[in-house]
């Protein structure tokens, strides 16, 4: 049976006792050192996560804000449109609204 190609690490472990093959420890860690590290780490991951927030907000208020802008643009037009076409219209039998023009 061939050793899957994603699990090149597993050849090192007997497959019976989960032990390593040459009988060798794996790297040393300093564990004292890596968990005093995490306050930093935690530290920075807050600061990276308070920007990445801010910016998705800012992008969010751009996006409300142009399609303001867009909803406006286009009242704009439809009321030139009904001020330009009023007669074309009424003639019709299509009555708009009077409100719609302040």
Do not use: C
Request: aromatic share 14%; proline share 4%; net charge negative.
């Amino acid at each position: 049976k061939e050793e899957e190609a994603w699990a090149t690490m597993l050849v090192d472990y007997d497959k019976e006792t989960g032990q390593r093959k040459d009988n060798m420890p794996g790297p040393n860690f300093d564990h004292k050192a890596v968990l005093e590290e995490f306050q930093y780490q935690d530290e920075d991951l807050n600061k990276a996560f308070f920007e990445e927030f801010r910016a998705f907000a800012h992008f969010q208020l751009l996006v409300v804000n142009a399609a303001d802008a867009y909803l406006e643009r286009e009242k704009i037009l439809f009321q030139k449109f009904l001020r330009e076409n009023r007669f074309k219209l009424l003639s019709n039998g299509i009555a708009p609204p009077k409100d719609i023009f302040n």
